[in-house]
């Protein structure tokens, strides 16, 4: 009789950690995000000057719990052809999945339209945390998507490579 108790408290136990961890990696640490004052800035062409462009429909989502998990969706009135002439494109970008409930942000249809050639994307912050870079995707249709990237600093921060002279300094941990 004491194994069977035994059994099943270790089942349930198991079962409560596994929906407790589902739920703090899906919907626990995320946090709505207001809207930028002004719109999403973008890098403009030959500079490291930000501008802000026009947005509607603005909704965002981060988390403390790590750098890349910001996340946004919003509309704009400016057309692929001046954003070309106007921002810095990045090329080869993927959008990194947002949770399910989060449906503005669907990655896998963002990044058909970009091998489609009907989204393009833009930095639009540089190391907005260390090795960390903001990306945005702009539709034809002027819908837009941001999310955060790795850039090649922090690629080798977190894998342990060497960082070298061309990333910045690491941020060094508070001492108290």
């Known amino acids: 009789m004491m194994g069977k108790f035994l059994g099943g408290?270790?089942?349930i136990s198991a079962l409560a950690?596994?929906?407790?961890?589902y739920y703090l990696?899906?919907?626990?640490?995320?946090?709505?995000?207001?809207?930028p004052a002004d719109g999403v800035?973008?890098?403009?062409?030959?500079?490291?000057?930000?501008?802000v462009i026009p947005t509607d429909d603005f909704q965002a989502i981060d988390a403390d719990s790590s750098p890349i998990r910001y996340r946004a969706c919003f509309t704009t009135p400016?057309?692929?052809?001046?954003?070309t002439e106007t921002?810095?494109?990045v090329e080869d970008m993927t959008p990194r999945n947002a949770p399910n409930w989060f449906d503005c942000f669907n990655a896998e249809a963002i990044a058909n339209e970009l091998a489609a050639g009907t989204a393009l994307t833009f930095l639009s912050q540089?190391?907005?945390?260390?090795g960390v870079d903001r990306v945005v995707a702009i539709t034809e249709d002027g819908r837009?998507?941001?999310w955060h990237e790795l850039n090649d600093c922090g690629e080798k921060a977190y894998d342990g490579t060497v960082v070298g002279e061309e990333c910045p300094a690491l941020p060094t941990a508070p001492t108290e």
């Open 17 to 21: 950690a596994g929906a407790a961890l």
């Open 41 to 51: 800035e973008l890098i403009m062409l030959g500079s490291a000057q930000g501008e």
């Open 25 to 35: 990696q899906v919907y626990g640490f995320y946090q709505e995000v207001d809207a």
């Open 126 to 130: 540089k190391n907005i945390h260390y």
């Open 9 to 11: 408290f270790i089942v």
């Open 144 to 146: 837009g998507y941001v």
């Open 87 to 89: 921002f810095q494109m």
């Open 78 to 83: 400016y057309s692929l052809a001046l954003m």
